[in-house]
């Protein structure tokens, strides 16, 4: 018991003396050499630069006009105190107003045609004709003789002559309504027409007898047209040129006696696709021969 006392206390005093030697030992130096060197880091993989991307810059600015200059405000108008604001006066537009014209009816597709053939007329018929413009515008102002035309005694000839008068020479009918006015086809309502006294005759006939169906029903037209009465007398109305050329045919067939002549009497024939002018009688006295109005168109 003893014994192992005296072991544990040398054992316990050896232990206490090795600690006072350690503590009385002075400290090792320390070298810097034997410290640890720390470790470099580890080098990181370099990345590729990426590439440029291409980048699209907007267009410049257009240049822009400069704004207009700035006018210099005008100073209001002065208001009357204790009233209604004054209201800008109206400004007053005067207008012109001029009557419309009405346009004449444009010439009928015959009156064309025939005007047509009458320029491509032989010499001797346009010296005629030439003549008996003069004599037409005397007649026109009561200077000649009485002319009276008779149409062909049978119907189905007169049909085919009013056809053949009114699509290839032009002719137009008319009904007449007081003193001197004219209503034909073509112009508007309660219109009277005016002819164009340098392409149509003066010299006017009135038809007398039956008229045959197709001048009637284009009579009627008229009068439905422009409210006119039946009863109105019917007119026949012929381009100039075809006048002329029928007075002239007179003067040259009468041999200078048309200006003593009084009265004349002659009749109207369809011959292939013309027209000539017989059965002349001057004052009662026949006369041999006759006058051919030509053919404007290739109907018959």
Partial sequence: ??????MGGASVGLSVLLAVLLLTRPAPERHPAAEPRAQAPAKQPVKAAPMPRTIKLPPPPQKTAPPPPMQALKPAAKQPVGGKPALPRKRQVKLQMKPLRPRPAPPPRAAVNAAKAADAEPKTVKAATAQGRVLLHLLEHGRGPAIELAWPRNENERARLYRRFRDCFGMR????????ELFTAGTARGQAWRPNRDRYSGFAR??????????????????????????????????????????????QLLAGRYGKAVS????????????????????GHAIRGGIDLGGACGRT
């Fill in 264 to 283: 004349i009497r002659a009749r109207y024939h369809l011959r292939g696709k013309g027209i000539v002018v017989r059965d002349i009688q001057v004052d």
């Fill in 1 to 6: 018991m003893v014994r192992g006392l005296v």
């Fill in 206 to 251: 009135q038809p007398s007898g039956r008229l045959v169906a197709a001048e009637q029903r284009d009579l009627r037209a008229i009068a439905r047209a422009h409210g006119l009465p039946g009863t109105a007398p019917a007119m026949r109305i012929f381009p100039r040129h075809v006048d002329a050329r029928l007075l002239g045919g007179l003067e």
């Fill in 173 to 180: 009918v008319a009904l007449r309504r007081g003193a001197g």
